[in-house]
T-cell receptor, first 114, second 114 residues
Framework: KQEVTQIPAALSVPEGENLVLNCSFT??????LQWFRQDPGKGLTSLLL?????REQTSGRLNASLDKSSGRSTLYIAASQPGDSATYLC?????????????FGTGTQLKVEL | DGGITQSPKYLFRKEGQNVTLSCEQN?????MYWYRQDPGQGLRLIYY???????QKGDIAEGYSVSREKKESFPLTVTSAQKNPTAFYLC?????????????FGSGTRLTVV
């Protein structure tokens, strides 16, 4: 059974700091990995999608890497801003006979302080 | 703009009552999903549908029912058999059950038992 772990569970940093969020998964036979952002009481916003054949994806100040063999992904946020405060979730997708299955981590709650 | 619309945003249910959560998408996506989110837990899959008039149980389907009569719509009914329905419910879609695309999520419905 695929298990996804995110460390740390919570993180507080001063504005402007570069930071790394970690995601690990137990079964390396994944199809892709997706990073999401969730604001309190809101739905999930997709940030980056990395296919299993890719090593990294970038969007603005965000960079996500994937090391499938070691079961790890990192989300790097450059020059953090208070608006980055949210919960960040990673999810891995595997293919099953019935289509596909997405397994989520429990998230990292980020607070960026002025 | 294309997206997923969930309604209502907040829903209150009395003991023994069935309630239906709406999910509509105009993305022309084939696959649709319902997840439940509880504090401190990752999202858990309730039901999913890969195509119109077809759906499968996810990991926690007991006490829930769905229908997929139209491609755009995937309503979730929380029945009286669901003993602990208070949670945040998220609907998602994907362009196809297979393929390279990621998931798109709605803004969620918060259900509370009163």
């Amino acid at each position: 059974k695929q298990e996804v772990t995110q460390i740390p569970a919570a993180l507080s940093v001063p504005e402007g700091e570069n930071l790394v969020l970690n995601c690990s998964f137990t079964d390396s036979a994944i199809y892709n990995l997706q990073w999401f952002r969730q604001d309190p009481g809101k739905g999930l916003t997709s940030l980056l999608l990395i296919q299993s054949s890719q090593r990294e994806q970038t969007s603005g100040r965000l960079n996500a890497s994937l090391d499938k063999s070691s079961g790890r992904s990192t989300l790097y946020i450059a020059a953090s801003q208070p608006g980055d405060s949210a919960t960040y979730l990673c999810a891995v997708m595997i293919l099953t006979g019935g289509g596909n299955k997405l397994t989520f981590g429990t998230g990292t709650q980020l607070k960026v302080e002025l | 703009d294309g997206g997923i619309t969930q309604s209502p945003k907040y829903l209150f249910r009395k003991e023994g009552q069935n309630v239906t959560l709406s999910c509509e998408q105009n993305l022309n996506h084939d696959a649709m999903y319902w997840y439940r989110q509880d504090p401190g837990q990752g999202l858990r899959l309730i039901y999913y549908s890969q195509i119109v008039n077809d759906f499968q149980k996810g990991d926690i389907a007991e006490g829930y029912s769905v229908s997929r009569e139209k491609k755009e719509s995937f309503p979730l009914t929380v029945t009286s058999a669901q003993k602990n329905p208070t949670a945040f419910y998220l609907c998602a879609s994907r362009i196809s059950p297979q393929g390279l695309g990621g998931y798109t999520f709605g803004s969620g419905t918060r259900l509370t038992v009163v």
